[in-house]
């Protein structure tokens, strides 16, 4: 069985930094990993996916991933945080059907 | 440029009259899911088809059903909608069936039973 895991509820950051939100997976061979983000009364927007190509993924709106299968991590980051970047964001495995995380609410201050 | 549309986007029901969702998509994927997502949890699958394929999940309540007519259509009915019912429903397809496969989400509709 396959699992993900999203180490943060919620992270908050200043407009202007680095983010980070953590996500831990559990998978018996290499997995599909993607990162979702969801707005506000909005359906789920494909950020990036890995499928055992290249390790660090580049996303959408300057997201990267780096899957790290030693540390079995597949972390998102942004070097600088938008207002816009304010959403949910969801950490998901893909096996017979997606195992989505519990969700990181991201929040960004001015 | 719409690729997978959900209608309609906010739906408001009585406790019990039936209700049906919408969902169409122009990527021409044989694939089609429907989730539902309450409030501050991530998306539950409720099932899917593979092309006329219909794949339940075990945990779906009867009450759920669907109908995919042809390629670019997929309905959700919920045959007596209880107050228990009220989220988002997402729509989302894929190319095939395969991990690698992404799947793509519709902008979803919130239902409300009163």
């Known amino acids: 069985a396959q699992s993900v895991t999203q180490l943060d509820s919620h992270v908050s950051v200043s407009e202007g930094t680095p983010v980070l939100l953590r996500c831990n997976y559990s998978?018996?061979?290499?997995?599909?990993l993607f990162w979702y983000v969801q707005h506000p009364n909005k359906g789920l927007q494909l950020l990036l996916k890995?499928?055992?190509?290249?390790?660090l993924v580049k996303g959408i709106n300057g997201f990267e991933a780096e899957f790290k299968k030693s540390e079995t991590s597949f972390h998102l980051t942004k070097p600088s945080a938008h207002m816009s970047d304010a959403a949910e964001y969801f950490c998901?495995?893909?096996?017979?059907?997606?195992?989505f995380g519990t969700g990181t609410q991201l929040k960004v201050e001015l | 440029d719409a690729m997978v549309i959900q209608n309609p986007r906010y739906q408001v029901t009585q406790f019990g009259k039936p209700v049906t969702l919408s969902c169409s998509q122009t990527?021409?994927?044989?694939?089609m899911y429907w989730y539902q997502q309450k409030s501050s949890q991530a998306p539950k699958l409720l099932f899917h088809?593979?092309?006329?394929?219909?794949?339940n999940e075990a945990d779906t309540p009867d009450n759920f059903q669907s109908r995919r007519p042809n390629t670019s259509f997929c309905f959700l009915d919920i045959r007596s909608p209880g107050l228990g019912d009220a989220a988002m429903y997402l729509c989302?397809?894929?190319?095939?069936?395969?991990?690698?496969?992404?799947?793509?989400f519709g902008p979803g509709t919130r239902l409300t039973v009163l």
């Open positions: 989302a397809t894929s190319r095939a069936d395969a991990e690698s496969d992404t799947q793509y």
């Open positions: 998978s018996s061979y290499s997995p599909s």
């Open positions: 890995y499928t055992s190509a290249a390790t």
């Open positions: 998901v495995v893909r096996g017979n059907k997606l195992t």
């Open positions: 990527l021409n994927h044989n694939v």
């Open positions: 088809y593979y092309d006329k394929d219909f794949n």
